[in-house]
């Protein structure tokens, strides 16, 4: 419901101090969950200092069932600084995974998130840890979603590509192309978990795909 006071997205003064009024009525169990809710909502806001300052709240928060919060909030943390702090985003996603092997409480993309930056950054060590974590994803989450599947594949086509294992580079980027027009998993959810994938991402994968 979107009237409930940890799901409003105003964060002007009056905002703020009734949202930190509520959460100190809160049962100490919930608070990390509503900090991290309110982030979200802040973020479609677009408000993005202030979900930031709240996640992190939550990463400090010691209260009963915090710390399953704090993974989530980690991740949300990694996704909002993917772009204008990679190694920053990079060390959120690493306390995501940390302690939570299971990748419960959250997307359970963290792996191919970090992926990505790794094969960003382009070291010899980075694309051979990117390499494990996409070689590894699969078993490591139990995850029906196309969309997940091709965006591991086509990272994983792009790292061994870098590392000049044109076989299976070309294997990877063909096993993405294959997902594209795969149905959504809930037939009750038809948008849900489909690839929406760009021209642009397309043309490549094509390109990886028909090397010999």
């Known amino acids: 419901m979107t009237d ?30 509503y900090l991290r809710i309110k982030g979200l909502a802040l973020k479609e806001e677009g408000e993005m200092a202030g979900a930031r300052e709240l996640w992190r709240r939550v990463l400090d ?24 702090d990679p190694g920053l985003a990079i060390t959120f996603y ?18 191919i998130k970090l992926a990505e930056l790794l094969h960003q950054r382009g070291r010899p060590k980075d694309l051979a840890e990117a390499k494990s974590l996409l070689m590894d ?13 091709f965006r591991c594949n086509a990272a994983l086509a792009e790292v061994l590509d870098a590392t000049g294992d044109r076989e299976e580079a070309r294997q990877a980027a063909n096993r993405a192309l ?5 149905p959504a998993p809930f037939p009750r959810h ?12 397309l043309k490549r994968l094509n390109q990886l795909a028909s090397r010999e």
Do not use: C, I
Not at 20 to 25: F, K, V
Not at 94 to 111: D, E, F, I, V
Not at 137 to 149: G, L, N, R, T, V
Not at 190 to 201: I, M, W
């Open 4 to 33: 409930e006071w940890y799901r409003l997205p105003n964060w002007d003064d009056e905002a703020r101090a009734e949202f930190e009024r509520r959460l100190r009525r809160a049962r100490s169990f919930s608070r990390a969950q």
């Open 61 to 84: 928060d010691d209260g009963e069932f915090a710390e399953m919060h704090a993974w989530a909030a980690a991740e949300h943390l990694g996704d909002s600084y993917a772009d204008d």
């Open 94 to 111: 690493r306390r995501s995974m940390k302690r939570n092997k299971s990748l419960n409480m959250t997307s359970a993309t963290q792996p």
């Open 137 to 149: 994803w699969p078993k490591m989450a139990d995850m029906p979603m196309p969309s997940a599947h």
């Open 178 to 182: 294959a997902l594209v027009d795969s």
């Open 190 to 201: 038809k948008e849900l978990g489909v690839v929406r994938a760009d021209r642009r991402t």
